[in-house]
């Protein structure tokens, strides 16, 4: 394997040039995360039509999604280490956006849930690809930056999912939710086919490899970096807690307040655009001041925010007043916006170059697990659980959300933990040959 030094940014590719591709890696990125998300505002109409219960519309909704995402993301990263990433993504794009409209076709429980495996295959290879080309068109101490812009794709795409998504659905039925926010992407994934170029692998790092390591070598790698062990750990339950909880919280809504589903997407999907967004630009600010150069201050940063956004969380679910529930949303949210983008960056930084991929490929399959199969599928099992002979109602699920909320103490024990090894195990990475 070949080492080479670190080349200047401006030498690779103009400015104008890399801030576009972050614009388009963001722009696929919402649709990534609106199209996921979609269901989560129309669960209550689909279970209801089919006549589901909570533990039943949850695995339509999150498992049968995330059993393909996670199975289809290792070998897809894989390829994106060593193809054409923006042919990947572009086809990625493609596959997930096209089953997302599917999904709008679907006539019954069978189609809805071929169609959601569909959207998991495609979408798995969305994220790493993005990721990997965005680490090579912005340097090492520039990337905590680049990657919470990035990172804005998730408030956009949330309150996509959920605004949007809920006012179409309120006035033309959850069908037509599907074609507004799957038919953009195709269109997209043209855009990415032709304007976007494959950049050099590890053009801007001080190390370039020539060949691959073997997914064994990548994993041996992975595992004696404990920061980024406890980085991915941190970041996957941060989507066990934030994310997890995003899932039932419309359905929450509709239940506890009775609003319809138009109205439980009103009230969340602002405070997913403005204070997602402001979170965003807050972090992005905030990592690019040169203190924070120390990678240290970073995590430390990362666990503080979790830990103490997990409290209004936790008062979210418990209180009976809308009012008190909606100023708690308000602080809580913006939290699962904070960690998304020094957390990818914190990965790719802790990776050498040819196994970037295949890092945020690992940190991706434990946040999914967490959020896509286990929060999901946990909450509509305790809510089942919890509820009388009539079936799951406000109550029940209430009582599962408070049960999930506290996990957010959790990942933060896990960001403290990654600032005691993390200096070093970057050098090591830098220093990867």
Not at 140 to 163: C, K, N, S, V, Y
Not at 184 to 194: M, N
Not at 395 to 404: F, K
């Amino acid at each position: 394997m070949a080492s080479a030094a670190p080349i200047s940014a401006d030498s690779t590719s103009t400015l104008g040039t890399r801030w576009y591709v972050l614009f388009i890696m963001m722009l696929a990125y919402t649709i990534n995360i609106a199209d996921r998300y979609v269901m989560s505002t129309v669960l209550e109409p689909i279970r209801l039509e089919l006549g589901l219960t909570d533990s039943g519309v949850a695995f339509l909704t999150g498992v049968s999604l995330a059993l393909f995402y996670v199975t289809m993301g290792l070998p897809l990263s894989w390829i994106a280490d060593r193809h054409n990433r923006r042919n990947l993504l572009a086809i990625s794009m493609t596959v997930w956006s096209g089953m997302t409209a599917l999904c709008g076709m679907s006539q019954g429980y069978v189609q809805l849930l071929l169609a959601r495996i569909g959207v998991g295959i495609g979408e798995a290879g969305g994220t790493p690809a993005c990721n990997s080309i965005v680490g090579d068109y912005f340097p090492a101490d520039r990337r905590a930056m680049a990657m919470t812009i990035f990172a804005l794709g998730a408030p956009i795409g949330a309150w996509l999912g959920a605004d949007m998504a809920g006012a179409v659905a309120a006035q033309y039925g959850w069908r037509a939710a599907f074609f507004v926010l799957g038919i953009p992407g195709l269109f997209l994934a043209l855009v990415v086919f032709l304007t976007i170029k494959e950049p050099a692998r590890g053009q801007l790092d001080a190390v370039s490899e020539s060949d691959a390591p073997s997914f064994r070598e990548t994993m041996r790698f992975l595992w004696s970096q404990k920061a980024a062990v406890h980085g991915m750990m941190g970041s996957g339950l941060s989507a066990l807690w934030g994310w997890g909880l995003m899932w039932f919280t419309p359905t929450f809504i509709q239940r506890t307040y009775g609003l319809d589903v138009g109205e439980a997407g009103g009230v969340v999907g602002p405070i997913h655009l403005i204070m997602g967004i402001g979170a965003s630009l807050l972090t992005a600010w905030v990592v690019a001041q040169p203190a924070y150069r120390d990678p240290r201050k970073i995590v430390r940063l990362l666990g503080v925010v979790t830990a103490v956004a997990t409290i209004p969380s936790i008062i979210a679910y418990w209180t009976d007043s809308l009012q008190v529930a909606t100023l708690m949303w308000w602080i809580f949210i913006p939290a699962i916006y904070f960690y998304i983008g020094p957390a990818f960056a914190l990965v790719q930084n802790l990776s050498p170059p040819r196994m970037r991929a295949m890092f945020v490929a690992v940190s991706l399959l434990i946040a999914n697990v967490f959020n896509l199969i286990i929060a999901p599928q946990g909450v509509g099992l305790l809510s089942d659980y919890f509820a009388g002979p009539d079936g799951a109602d406000a109550a029940s699920l209430r009582l599962a959300l408070l049960v999930l909320a506290p996990t957010g103490f959790w990942a933060a024990f896990h960001y403290w933990r990654a600032e005691k090894y993390i200096v070093e195990d970057q050098k090591r990475a830098v220093g990867y040959v």
